[in-house]
């Protein structure tokens, strides 16, 4: 989908799919999590990227752009040279937080089992 979609086409009524749809990609949640960790603290830019490896540059413009769009994450510019931008996470974001850890928790009590079904069941298919 659209990061920039503001309306699911078919169900535009649809309270869920369109906020599910810009939360639940691959690093927005992890970008949260990420910026909880730092506390009440603002982070910057670089140290945001530092603890996600794996995100490119583009992916984390892209990825903070949204969330600061639906109102999930600040972002703060300071006239220096160079300039300092820093993020923090809004009160709406603190209140999807424990959601997020309760998933993450489920996540971690799961795991294991997942992964034994998920090789059991390409076991069988190969069969």
Request: hydrophobic share 40%; with cysteine; glycine share 2%.
């Amino acid at each position: 989908m659209d990061r920039t979609t503001i309306e699911d086409a078919i169900f535009p009524d649809c309270p869920i799919r369109n906020i599910l749809a810009r939360l639940c990609d691959k690093w927005s949640l992890l970008v949260l999590y990420t910026l909880n960790k730092a506390g009440k603290e603002p982070i910057r830019f670089k140290e945001l990227q530092r603890e996600i490896p794996d995100i490119s540059q583009k992916m984390l413009t892209v990825t903070l752009r949204t969330l600061e769009e639906d109102g999930y994450v600040t972002r703060t510019i300071y006239p220096e040279v160079p300039p300092r931008v820093e993020y923090a996470l809004t009160e709406r974001a603190y209140s999807l937080l424990p959601r997020i850890n309760a998933l993450i928790a489920w996540a971690l009590e799961n795991r294991d089992p997942i992964m034994k079904d998920r090789k059991a069941f390409i076991g069988k298919s190969r069969n």
